[in-house]
């Protein structure tokens, strides 16, 4: 049994991003968007701002209130699609429920929708045109490459439908291509006989948000499995009273497993690595202009100066 590990590969390509924006004379330049004080939240976005600083990008948090309204938060994202210093942003979900998440992801520019989830780069993907991918599913694409892990042909069930992991991830394992050529089943909470299913699969990706939902009555020898969840459980051995783990009940499931990513250092850190290789990759379709730079720069100046 092998453990994939995420941070290595995670730490590997964010040392080759930094390689490459280091030769950049304007760098990089990502925003989070954070509404309300979701504590989650907060550590993700923490997370990936440390990241830009590791690779050398420029980053920005803005926060607003958790009462700010749909359409204020609507006008702030039409700023940043204008913003031309602004290479990519996201907006970090859950969203108060008062704000719809789907008219906020539909209000992103699409060549600034680094985080992949608007329907111009999802139905890019379904079509297998240069896209922004969702950062989760292609840091899953990229784990299986790293560990040279076969995929054509291989039976690979998917349990969890959301737009940001399960149903992207099914639809890229089924694609022409490496890491690809599956045969994919996507299940869910309500697919009948769902034990069976899992139990023939050669490769299983779970996105679930159910904790230790898989147990090893539910794999079958030398599986490899994807587990995407990551769950706050009590615990009476960590001083906090909690732990994290996965969709995956990793110490019973691991003795049958050919593959498996932990949780944590499994699947998180490449989720954030993909999400600053979409961020150049998006700096680069539209590299920015010195001049215009320092005139937009000289601009701003003028109209903070009050004397």
Same mark, same amino acid.
């Given at each position: ?152 042909? *291989?039976?690979? !069930? +998917?349990?969890?439908?959301?737009? &940001?992991?399960?149903? =992207?991830?099914? @639809?890229?394992? #089924? ?44 794999? *079958?020898?030398? !599986? +490899?499995?994807?587990?995407?969840? &990551?769950?706050?459980? =009590?615990?009476? @051995?960590?001083? #906090? ?67």
């Amino acid at each position: 049994m092998i453990i994939i590990d995420g941070e290595k590969v995670s730490n590997e390509i964010l040392n080759s991003l930094k390689d490459e924006v280091s030769k950049l004379k304007i760098k990089p330049h990502l925003v989070a968007i954070l509404v309300g004080h979701n504590s989650a939240s907060e550590t993700y976005v923490g997370n990936k701002i440390k990241a830009c600083d590791k690779v050398g990008f420029k980053s920005t948090v803005i926060r607003f209130p958790e009462n700010i309204s749909e359409d204020k938060l609507i006008k702030e994202i039409y700023k940043l699609n204008n913003d031309q210093g602004v290479n990519g942003f996201i907006v970090q979900m859950p969203l108060p429920k008062h704000i719809s998440e789907h008219k906020i992801i539909e209000s992103i520019d699409p060549s600034k929708d680094v985080d992949g989830f608007h329907p111009v780069n999802l139905g890019k993907m379904l079509l297998s045109l240069p896209c922004f991918m969702p950062a989760t599913p292609y840091g899953i694409l990229k784990l299986l490459d790293y560990y040279k892990i076969e995929t054509s042909g *291989k039976k690979c !069930v +998917v349990v969890g439908r959301s737009h &940001i992991v399960g149903t =992207p991830i099914s @639809v890229l394992m #089924s694609r022409n291509s490496y890491p690809g050529n599956s045969t994919v089943i996507l299940t869910h909470s309500k697919t009948e006989n769902l034990k069976e299913i899992t139990k023939s699969a050669d490769i299983l990706i779970v996105a679930l948000g159910s904790p230790l939902f898989i147990t090893s009555d539910m794999v *079958k020898e030398g !599986v +490899v499995i994807i587990d995407v969840g &990551i769950n706050r459980i =009590p615990s009476m @051995v960590s001083k #906090s009273g909690f732990r994290l783990c996965g969709d995956v009940d990793f110490d019973d499931v691991s003795p049958k497993c050919s593959y498996i990513t932990p949780v944590p250092k499994g699947v998180g850190p490449m989720t954030i690595a993909s999400l600053l290789k979409n961020t150049l990759q998006s700096y680069k379709n539209n590299p920015p202009k010195e001049g215009k730079m320092l005139r937009t720069f000289i601009k701003k100046l003028k109209l903070n100066d009050t004397h």
